[in-house]
C-alpha cells in the first residue's frame, strides 16, 4: 500500500509532451482505500482513475504503434548475397525500421530503388508490419555481374544499401580466342596452345564452366583434355 501526498502530480513524456495526473491524497493498492468501499461511487470512480492511469503509462513504456520517429535503419534479411544476372534474388531484401529506442516502428512507409546494375523491382513501396520490418516484393538483378546495389528509403533518415555479388549466366557463346590456324612440326607441340572465349547471353565472362577439348583428325596428342573457365572467362587446352 502506498500513501501519495496531497495534490500528487505524476507526469509522463510522450513526443515531447507532458500529461499530468492528480490523485488526491488516499492510501491506495490498484483499487479503492479501505474506507471507500468498491461498491460506492467515490470507490467505483478511485478505481477507474487507478486502471486508466496504469493503462496510460503502460502504453506509453511499450514501443509498439507507428510512433515516435523512425531513427534507424538495419537488414532484417537479404543482405549480402551472391545470385546471378538477370535472375530474382533466392532472399527478397527487408529492412527493419527502429525508433530512438531501437524498438521496431509499425506503419512506417520504406521506398526500394535499384543503385546500380540496372535491375527490376516489384513492390518498391511498402508499410513496416508489426515487427517493424519492410520486404521488397522482388528484386531481378540486371545483366552486368558484378556488384549490384539497391536502397531502402525512410523520409528524414539515410538511405540503407543491400550489396549483391552477381555472377554471370551459363554459358551462351564460345568464340576462339588464339591457336588457330597455326603450322606447326609433327611430332612437335604447337607454339601457342589452343584458347577459347566463352560469355553468357548477356557478354559477360563465364567463370568455373567445364571445356572438353578432343582432337577430331590428324591423330595428334592433348597433354589434358578437360578444363574449368578462369576468371576471364579463358580456357585453354593442354599441349599439343
Given at each position: 500500500m502506498f500513501e501519495a501526498p496531497a495534490d500528487t502530480r505524476v507526469s509522463r513524456s510522450r513526443g515531447g509532451l507532458l500529461f499530468p495526473v492528480r490523485i488526491a491524497s488516499l492510501p491506495f493498492m490498484y483499487g479503492p482505500a479501505p474506507h471507500c468501499p468498491p461498491g460506492t461511487r467515490t470507490g467505483r470512480l478511485l478505481m477507474g482513475m487507478v486502471v486508466a492511469v496504469s493503462a496510460f503509462l503502460t502504453a506509453c513504456d511499450s514501443g509498439s504503434g507507428p510512433g515516435?520517429?523512425?531513427?534507424?535503419?538495419?537488414?532484417?534479411?537479404?543482405?549480402?548475397?551472391?545470385?546471378?544476372?538477370?535472375?530474382?534474388?533466392?532472399?527478397?531484401?527487408?529492412?527493419?525500421?527502429?525508433?530512438?529506442?531501437?524498438?521496431?516502428?509499425?506503419?512506417?512507409?520504406v521506398f526500394f530503388a535499384?543503385?546500380?546494375?540496372?535491375?527490376?523491382?516489384?513492390?518498391?513501396?511498402?508499410?513496416?508490419?508489426?515487427?517493424?520490418?519492410?520486404r521488397v516484393g522482388a528484386w531481378i538483378l540486371g545483366p552486368p555481374a558484378g556488384q549490384q546495389i539497391l536502397q531502402a528509403l525512410v523520409e528524414g533518415l539515410a538511405p540503407f544499401y543491400f550489396t549483391v555479388q552477381a555472377v554471370a549466366d551459363d554459358p551462351a557463346t564460345v568464340v576462339i580466342l588464339a591457336g588457330d590456324g597455326q603450322t606447326g612440326i609433327v611430332g612437335s607441340p604447337l607454339e601457342i596452345v589452343p584458347s577459347i572465349l566463352i560469355r553468357d547471353a548477356y557478354g559477360n565472362l563465364v567463370e568455373g564452366a567445364s571445356v572438353h577439348f578432343l582432337v577430331t583428325a590428324g591423330g595428334g596428342f592433348l597433354g589434358q583434355t578437360s578444363w574449368e573457365s578462369s576468371a576471364s572467362g579463358v580456357a585453354a587446352a593442354g599441349a599439343w
Open positions: 515516435p520517429s523512425p531513427q534507424s535503419l538495419e537488414a532484417a534479411a537479404g543482405a549480402d548475397q551472391i545470385a546471378t544476372v538477370g535472375k530474382p534474388l533466392p532472399v527478397s531484401p527487408a529492412v527493419k525500421v527502429l525508433n530512438a529506442k531501437g524498438k521496431p516502428v509499425r506503419g512506417q512507409d535499384v543503385v546500380s546494375g540496372g535491375g527490376l523491382v516489384s513492390g518498391n513501396r511498402t508499410v513496416t508490419d508489426g515487427d517493424g520490418v519492410a
